[in-house]
């Protein structure tokens, strides 16, 4: 009788210490914690052209964002840097590679996008390389305010040669390449778009 009443007493301690290690790794979220710092980029890319691209493209850093909106942007501006960056590969590749059929607009059409491309690159890298020196501008301050508008200016003019590619093509014939450049350069514009909206949140806070 002993024996089983010492058992018992065992089991029931070793239950109460597997609670207390569930309690212990899995913990109440918090602030800070990655279902908090989701639910602030849900939020944030709800003020964009194009909320759920923003989300799907920007969640996997919500670790690194931490409520942040300067952070978020920044991050939103990596991903268009090289999201851009992809699409100058894809069109250099076809440049050599692509067969233009009879249509002889499409090749000019082809290589002015790809130099548009590579303009929005620069300027979209200008952006980002601006926005990581914030961590050591004041809040509020007449430089933080200048650095800003540098950065709203580079991603304006980027999305606008974003844009400038797809209208070269609006002469060119229909047909598989039309199709495959205007949507890849689409998909970019949207996250530069987006992009752009979180750095014009950070703007009229005029914070850090």
């Given at each position: 009788?002993?024996?089983?009443?010492?058992?018992?007493?065992?089991?029931?301690?070793?239950?109460?210490?597997?609670?207390?290690?569930?309690?212990?790794?899995?913990?109440?979220?918090?602030?800070?914690?990655?279902?908090?710092?989701?639910?602030?980029?849900?939020?944030?890319?709800g003020t964009t052209l194009y909320p759920d691209v923003c989300y799907t493209s920007l969640s996997r850093y919500a670790s690194a964002?931490?409520?942040?909106?300067?952070?978020?942007?920044?991050?939103?501006?990596?991903?268009?840097?090289?999201?851009?960056?992809?699409?100058?590969?894809?069109?250099?590749?076809?440049?050599?590679?692509?067969?233009?059929?009879?249509?002889?607009?499409?090749?000019?059409?082809?290589?002015?996008?790809?130099?548009?491309?590579?303009?929005?690159?620069?300027?979209?890298?200008?952006?980002?390389?601006?926005?990581?020196?914030?961590?050591?501008?004041?809040?509020?301050?007449?430089?933080?305010?200048?650095?800003?508008?540098?950065?709203?200016?580079?991603?304006?003019?980027?999305?606008?040669?974003?844009?400038?590619?797809?209208?070269?093509?609006?002469?060119?014939?229909?047909?598989?390449?039309?199709?495959?450049?205007?949507?890849?350069?689409?998909?970019?514009?949207?996250?530069?778009?987006?992009?752009?909206?979180?750095v014009n949140r950070v703007a009229e806070k005029g914070a850090p």
């Amino acid at each position: 009788m002993y024996t089983t009443k010492l058992m018992t007493t065992h089991f029931l301690l070793f239950q109460l210490s597997l609670i207390s290690l569930l309690f212990l790794f899995h913990p109440t979220p918090t602030v800070g914690s990655p279902s908090n710092d989701t639910d602030f980029i849900r939020t944030s890319c709800g003020t964009t052209l194009y909320p759920d691209v923003c989300y799907t493209s920007l969640s996997r850093y919500a670790s690194a964002v931490q409520n942040n909106s300067a952070h978020l942007a920044k991050v939103a501006i990596g991903v268009s840097l090289a999201r851009a960056r992809r699409l100058a590969d894809y069109l250099s590749n076809i440049s050599r590679q692509a067969d233009y059929g009879a249509d002889p607009r499409a090749p000019p059409a082809l290589h002015d996008c790809l130099s548009t491309i590579g303009d929005a690159i620069d300027q979209i890298r200008d952006s980002l390389k601006q926005i990581r020196q914030l961590g050591s501008t004041s809040r509020g301050s007449s430089s933080l305010r200048f650095q800003m508008s540098n950065v709203q200016t580079w991603m304006s003019a980027a999305l606008t040669n974003e844009e400038t590619c797809t209208d070269g093509f609006y002469n060119v014939a229909e047909g598989p390449l039309k199709t495959d450049v205007s949507k890849r350069v689409e998909d970019v514009k949207k996250v530069t778009s987006n992009a752009l909206a979180l750095v014009n949140r950070v703007a009229e806070k005029g914070a850090p």
